[in-house]
């Protein structure tokens, strides 16, 4: 197993009170595994992936939980060695390419800063493997757009600089972070078709996070689905998608609208919003917007169930089909 | 190459031309011992040795660089390529007339202060015939007169550029440099390393900087080098303070948060990823600072504590022309003119990086 979170707590330490933005999330990702970690805007899937990278920015913190990469656990090693994993070993992709890229050099310059520091390259070396990277992220003309600073490319290139410098030191699990959110509908088609392949190429694991489902659909192995810091059901996708557990799960899937639906049919959100982190519902904290809840589901939160073959579901009237 | 390039690949050329036939008088001045002398002698030849090969350097990479015309898809951008936003801003600097009319203006001064040497037709300390040559007003053979020992006051005028000078942009370049990475470090770690950090640039930020000059300069030897370290060091915690606030915003950007995400350590995401986005207003402030450091120095040297005569600097020289105000008139207005120009150019200067350096247009696609 090459990841494995168990019962990872974050907490953001507000004058309000406390917010407890992920809550007791528990999930592995296997070699080579594509794996969607999908929600609502709010939900936690951001400080999840931050706080693989113990990247959770103050005055969040990790309260409790274990992050095993490669069977050591994160949240113990020295500062040292969590540097070399960020990087190295695990890359990230953040959803603003323009703002990802250091404004004042060149993109050439920061692929070649990773590789001196992750690989251990001469300036040399890393200036002509740069070149070779942008070239393999899909860029025209890399020995020149290596010499681009980030204002003078297009979302998608700055996208695929932003994958270029989180890639080429090869690492074992890539974080993408909403990595298409930012783009024009072409423009992520060819995103997630380079992830996909460097995916194949270089032999590594991916979590992707997303509110796009049918991102999640073309992509991914396994689907975590996730609401208010708490995962609500996984499994994999084709599963998932042909038959939810889970009636939040259920009511993501309809509110996708789809190109063949008939027009002037209602599009079909899900009741209500999501609720403030702070002040949440006791019980299931999705029961307020549920039309299967009853009174049950408006004392406590419902225990995680195994659901037939590598499904998980934290609902009481999910129910195996 | 662009005719600016030529231009300053010209002046270059005449520098190390002079430097190269009259060597015999630079050597004479490098081989003085006497620290006053190492910094006003070497100073103002390591600066343009040292802006020389900046120059060249950059003119060799963008020879190197220099969009090769293809047809492709994107030709209009490909053209923009590599041209940091900095290099963006010294463009638009170059197209304001009054900026760069006070950088030549420095220029001017700069190149005076370094020629002294072979542009003084008289020694600037030797006191030859006092009575005969006392006081004598402006003419031909002494453009600014004599002072009250007969002194060439152009000559002294010159060499004073190279103290004055010296002194304030070596003593801003300390100030900066320290403020710089003091304020960021602040910044960068927060929490208690900011406030322990910040609390020390307030208690010295309480204390009148020209009265703890004062008194440095009296516990200290005054030379040279104690001055500029007097000054540097008194001086440093208005940068630090607003490079703080800068590095404050910075650090929320996401890619400093990629920065930590690809592992950098603390170091080179300082140094290498906040410093250069937050020096635009290093550079506004650094150059209003060198105005005012000449004006410090004059001050403390008109003060009779700062450049001991002989060593000239126009504020030891506009102090003895106050003591002869009603018989020689020309002593104090001449290095209180240079005073006045030069802090007025290196003002109108910043003003200029300020507007060059805006950040509202900084990232502007290119012009």
Redesign the interface.
């Known amino acids: 197993m090459l990841l494995r979170v168990e019962d990872l707590a974050a907490t953001f330490f507000l004058d309000e009170g406390e917010l407890r933005a992920v809550d007791g999330v528990t999930f592995e990702i296997g070699e080579g595994e594509t794996v969607a970690l999908v929600g609502e805007s709010g939900c936690g899937k951001t400080i999840v992936a931050l706080s693989i ?1 113990d ?1 959770v ?2 005055p969040g913190r990790i309260v409790g939980g274990r992050i095993l990469f490669r069977g050591t656990d994160l949240r113990r090693v020295t500062p040292e060695t ?7 070993e695990i ?2 992709v ?1 959803q ?1 390419p323009g ?8 993109i050439g310059r920061q692929i070649c ?2 590789l001196e ?2 690989r251990g390259m001469t300036r040399h070396e890393a200036d002509g493997e740069a070149i070779r990277v942008l070239g393999g992220v899909g860029i ?2 890399p020995e ?2 290596a ?3 980030s ?4 979302g998608g290139m700055r996208q695929r600089a ?1 994958i270029a ?2 890639t080429c030191t090869r690492p074992r699990l890539l974080i993408a972070d909403e990595p298409t959110t930012a783009l024009d509908v072409t423009v992520q088609a060819d995103i997630l078709d380079l992830l996909r392949d460097l995916q194949e190429d270089y032999r590594m694991a991916t979590l992707l996070i997303t509110h796009d489902l049918g991102v999640v659909a073309e992509t991914a192995d396994r689907t975590l689905v996730m609401y208010t810091g708490k995962l609500f059901e996984t499994g994999p996708t084709d599963r998932i998608f042909d038959d939810p557990y889970h009636p939040y799960t259920n009511g993501l899937l309809r509110a996708v609208p789809s190109l063949g639906s008939g027009r002037g049919e209602p599009l079909r959100g899900i009741p209500g919003s999501v609720p403030d982190l702070l002040r949440l519902p006791a019980g299931c904290t999705f029961h307020p917007r549920c039309e299967l809840a009853d009174a049950e589901c408006a004392v406590r939160f419902p225990p995680t169930r195994t659901m037939g073959p590598a499904r998980e579901c934290a609902c009481y009237k999910a129910t195996a089909t | 190459m662009r005719r600016r390039t030529l231009h300053l690949l010209g002046l270059a050329a005449v520098m190390v031309a002079v430097l190269a036939l009259r060597w015999d008088v630079f050597r004479e001045q490098w081989s003085t011992p006497a620290p006053d002398a190492w910094i006003a002698t070497r100073f103002v030849l390591i600066v343009p040795l040292a802006c020389g090969l900046l120059i060249l350097r950059d003119a060799i990479r963008r020879r190197r ?1 220099a ?1 090769s015309p ?1 047809a ?1 898809g994107e030709t209009a ?2 053209e ?7 290099r963006v801003a010294m463009r638009r600097f170059a197209e304001n007339g009054l900026a760069m009319g006070a950088l030549y203006v420095i220029a001017a001064l700069c190149l005076l202060a370094i020629l002294a040497p072979l542009l003084a037709s008289f020694d600037p300390t030797a006191i030859e015939d006092p009575v005969a040559t006392r006081h004598l007003p402006p003419s031909v053979g002494h453009p600014f007169g004599t002072d009250e020992y007969g002194r060439d006051w152009l000559s002294r005028a010159l060499y004073g550029a190279r103290v004055s000078l010296s002194v304030a942009i070596l003593a801003v370049i300390v100030a900066v440099t320290f403020g710089t990475i003091y304020g960021s470090v602040a910044g960068y770690f ?1 929490g208690f390393v900011d406030n322990a950090l910040m609390r020390i640039v307030d208690v010295i930020m309480a204390f009148p900087t020209f009265f703890l000059m004062l008194m440095l300069v009296g516990v200290f030897e005054a030379n040279l080098l104690a001055l500029v370290l007097i000054l540097g060091l008194t001086s440093w915690t208005g940068t630090a303070r607003f490079i703080r606030g800068e590095i404050l915003s910075l650090k929320e ?3 400093i ?9 603390h170091r ?1 995401i300082i140094f ?2 906040l410093i ?2 937050a020096l635009a207003p290093v550079l506004v402030s650094a150059a209003l600072m060198v105005g005012g450091m000449i004006g410090a120095e004059a001050g403390l040297s008109f003060l009779g504590i700062g450049i001991r005569p002989p060593t000239p600097s126009w504020g030891n020289m506009v102090s003895q022309g106050r003591e002869a105000i009603f018989v020689a008139w020309w002593v104090a207005l001449f290095p209180g003119l240079l005073l006045s120009i030069t802090i007025l150019s290196f003002n109108l200067l910043a003003d200029g990086l300020r507007d060059a350096l805006d950040p509202k247009t900084l ?1 502007r ?2 012009v």
């Open positions: 990278l990247l920015p103050s969590l540097r070399r994993v960020r990087g190295g890359g990230m953040f603003e703002a990802a890229l250091n404004p004042v050099f060149p800063e990773v520091l992750h025209p003309d020149k757009r010499k681009a600073y204002f003078e490319l297009s932003v410098i989180a | 660089s969009p293809d492709g951008r490909a923009g390529h590599g041209r940091s936003p900095y927060g950007r996401e890619f948060e990629a920065a930590r995400a690809m592992g950098l350590p080179l290498r990823h250069p986005n990232m696609k290119y």
